[in-house]
């Protein structure tokens, strides 16, 4: 696939998630160099996935790094879910506490109130989703025909007011693109049934992925860290359940997203499709990936800086 003239390739960045020193020691081991302010390579350009905020220590850095380079044309970036948040509770409920996700966020911009609405601001001019020069990035799911029909509506992939307010309305056009784009697919789990995360969360419903053609079982569509209960792997997926599914066709154009929280050796889920989020502010791995025009993804592009837990304890990831 041919480049703009200059252009070698884009190095695709995972969820940072407030690591904002650790974005920094990642470009800098991507052979990007800060130059007035800015973070720049000569001969490419990098992607953001989304979720830049939250969670992290240094959510400010990280958000300031990004959104220079994205301004200065260094990087381009698609929104993803806590993004959506942030902009929906300033709409919905501005003033009101902050949620337990965005505690870290309001944390560290209270003192900082222009700061965060003109992070707010800019968080609302960020694209869903994007499609150049042979590839496709979205932070969580690419459902083509919903985003055939989103870019009818909303050609730069943009979102307006209108569009958020309608997307508030469970069900509707609107609320599904926000959701299946930066959210993915979640089937819920049964019988009232919960899973407690992790993190001591308990959950009610269950990510899907959209790389298994015809799926039959619950164990073949789970992407999470955390497992089903075995009573649940070998369900079978109802009528209703496989409609809701997505299938990302292996003869369609590489395709990154975040969101997913993997776990491990950075590694392609398909020959297609690569996803960066490593659970970078879990003691996991800040993650790049390095395109340069392929159409078959390797595990030898994959670039990561790891952020370590005492790190993240210190404030200093």
Same mark, same amino acid.
């Given at each position: 696939m041919s480049m703009p003239t200059g252009l070698e390739g884009y190095d695709l960045i995972g969820d940072v998630h407030g690591c904002g020193r650790t974005l920094a020691a990642l470009l800098d081991k991507l052979g990007y160099a800060e130059v007035h302010g800015v973070y720049r390579h000569p001969r490419r350009r990098v992607i953001f996935l989304g979720d830049l905020i939250d969670r992290g220590p240094s959510i400010r850095l990280a958000v300031s790094i990004a959104r220079r380079m994205v301004d200065a044309g260094e990087a381009h970036i698609v929104m993803g879910n806590h993004e959506v948040n942030a902009i929906v509770s300033a709409e919905r409920a501005p003033g009101s506490p902050p949620s337990r996700i965005m505690r870290r966020t309001h944390e560290q911009f209270r003192d900082h109130p222009r700061e965060w609405r003109e992070t707010l601001a800019w968080f609302r001019e960020?694209?869903?989703? @994007? #499609? @150049?020069?042979? @590839?496709?990035?979205?932070?969580?799911?690419?459902? *083509?025909? &919903?985003?055939?029909?989103?870019? !009818? !509506?909303?050609?730069?992939?943009?979102?307006?007011?209108?569009? &958020?307010?309608e997307a508030s309305v469970r069900g509707s056009f609107e609320h599904r693109v926000l959701d299946?784009?930066?959210?993915?697919?979640?089937?819920?789990?049964?019988?009232?049934?919960?899973? !407690?995360?992790?993190?001591?969360?308990?959950?009610?419903?269950?990510?899907?992925?959209?790389?298994?053609?015809?799926?039959?079982? $619950?164990?073949?569509?789970?992407?999470?860290?955390?497992?089903?209960?075995?009573? @649940? *792997?070998?369900?079978?997926?109802?009528?209703? *359940?496989?409609?809701? &599914?997505?299938?990302?066709? #292996?003869? =369609?154009?590489?395709?990154?997203?975040?969101? $997913?929280?993997?776990?491990?050796?950075?590694?392609?889920?398909?020959?297609?499709?690569?996803?960066?989020?490593?659970?970078?502010?879990?003691?996991? !791995?800040?993650? =790049?990936?390095?395109?340069?025009?392929?159409?078959?993804?390797?595990?030898?592009?994959?670039?990561?800086?790891?952020?370590?837990?005492?790190?993240?304890?210190?404030?200093?990831a």
């Open positions: 960020l694209p869903l989703c @994007l #499609e @150049l020069d042979g @590839l496709r990035v979205v932070h969580a799911c690419w459902d *083509e025909s &919903l985003i055939d029909a989103f870019r !009818r !509506r909303c050609p730069n992939g943009r979102i307006d007011a209108a569009f &958020l307010a299946v784009l930066t959210r993915g697919v979640q089937l819920a789990l049964p019988d009232g049934m919960t899973i !407690r995360s992790a993190n001591g969360v308990d959950r009610r419903a269950f990510r899907t992925h959209f790389w298994c053609e015809r799926p039959h079982t $619950y164990g073949d569509v789970v992407f999470q860290p955390d497992s089903l209960p075995d009573v @649940l *792997e070998g369900r079978v997926l109802d009528a209703a *359940e496989r409609e809701r &599914l997505v299938w990302y066709p #292996e003869e =369609a154009p590489p395709l990154f997203v975040g969101h $997913y929280w993997c776990r491990g050796v950075p590694a392609v889920v398909r020959d297609n499709i690569a996803c960066l989020d490593y659970s970078a502010i879990d003691a996991g !791995r800040l993650v =790049a990936y390095r395109w340069s025009g392929e159409t078959s993804l390797t595990a030898d592009r994959f670039v990561w800086t790891r952020v370590e837990p005492q790190t993240i304890a210190a404030g200093g």
